[in-house]
């Protein structure tokens, strides 16, 4: 795998050389690191599992995107919130990567649960990682334009759970 990717760049780099005046008079595309997830109010029914069965989205949920370089530094963090459904979009405005191999979102980006505007829903849990930091997955989605591209990750469905639940 790693002899093909190595052959791939090679032979575009290859291209390039070949074709200056074709890749010279191309405008810069740029490329973006987004990822989206949703954050849901677990039920009390499914408290202390994994299951999102009956959870309900909560607007304006507060989460963080986190990426740590290969050496557990932060390089990137920043703040983001749900819309009225529950879901996120967090673009990576600023995000780099200075090494394909070591600074890759997949590897080093997670997604934390901050806070919950509401007040009966509000302890966070660890569905899908939620709590100690969700990895990020490819789902191969990608926004193209003409001078413009996102890479999309997703993370979670992330979830709170209720600060208390009455016995059945």
């Not at 008079?25 to 069965?53: A, Y």
């Amino acid at each position: 795998m790693a002899k093909l990717q190595s052959s791939i760049l090679i032979s575009l780099f290859l291209l390039q050389l070949a074709f200056p005046i074709i890749t010279a008079n191309l405008p810069p595309k740029d490329i973006e690191i987004v990822v989206e997830g949703t954050v849901h109010c677990q039920s009390c029914d499914t408290r202390g599992m994994w299951s999102l069965t009956g959870a309900k989205p909560i607007a304006n949920a507060a989460i963080s995107v986190i990426c740590k370089d290969h050496r557990n530094r932060v390089m990137f963090y920043k703040p983001f919130k749900t819309n009225d459904d529950g879901y996120f979009y967090a673009a990576l405005v600023g995000f780099k990567i200075t090494n394909p191999l070591l600074d890759h979102p997949l590897q080093t980006c997670r997604v934390k649960l901050v806070s919950s505007p509401l007040e009966e829903c509000s302890m966070l849990t660890n569905v899908n990682y939620g709590l100690n930091g969700a990895p990020l997955r490819y789902e191969e989605k990608r926004i193209v334009g003409e001078h413009y591209e996102a890479v999309i990750y997703a993370a979670g469905p992330l979830a709170f759970r209720p600060n208390e639940c009455t016995p059945n």
